[in-house]
């Protein structure tokens, strides 16, 4: 059993993305924006949570972190997260960290999709998971430029998908 989910797990990586290709040297697969969004993506600490190969997939933590991620609307079952499978109250609105894989083409976004573009994700993440009240207008450019560079192959060949809208 642990093999064939091993084996599985295999075939949902998508290698050779512009990012995969800088990491191995290519210095021209990524632009100098795309560059400085990886930066700060390590800085601001991103990678804390959304971490290892599939930048994502490994924990489970609180969409409202940091603020109220519900302001403004009424909760639904589905926002109990984790509680609903665990029955553990101390799990109440975690969520899987998504992975960033491909981002770009997984759009709408966050479990409720209630961020339909990059820029709307990256400016709930300020708020809700790393607590700032400002948000940088062009710091969230030059991560939406890194988050574009994750769209990597699959067989071969490019993976197919709609591109997620601009704000
Ligand atoms: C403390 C953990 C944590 C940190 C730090 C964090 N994230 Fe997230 N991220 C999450 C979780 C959890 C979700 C899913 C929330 C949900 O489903 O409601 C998420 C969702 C996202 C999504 C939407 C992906 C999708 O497919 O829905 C993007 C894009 C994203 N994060 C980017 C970032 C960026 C960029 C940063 C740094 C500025 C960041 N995250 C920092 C935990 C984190």
Known sequence: MTNAIAEYEKTLI??????????????NAISENAKKGYKLFLKLGCQTCHTGPAMGGQSFEYADLKGDFF???????DDNGLMNFSKKESDRHRFRVPTLRNVELTWPYMHDASAQTL????????????????????????????????????????????VCPAS
Request: glycine share 10%.
């Open 14 to 27: 998508t290698p050779n993305s512009p990012f995969d290709r800088y990491l191995k040297g290519d210095e």
């Open 71 to 77: 302001a403004g609307r009424a909760k639904t079952n």
């Open 119 to 162: 820029e709307e994700a990256i400016t709930k993440m300020y708020h809700y998971q790393l607590g700032y009240d400002k948000l940088d207008k062009k710091e969230v450019r030059l991560l939406v430029a890194f988050l574009k560079t994750l769209t990597g192959e699959y067989n071969g060949k490019p993976v197919q998908g709609e």
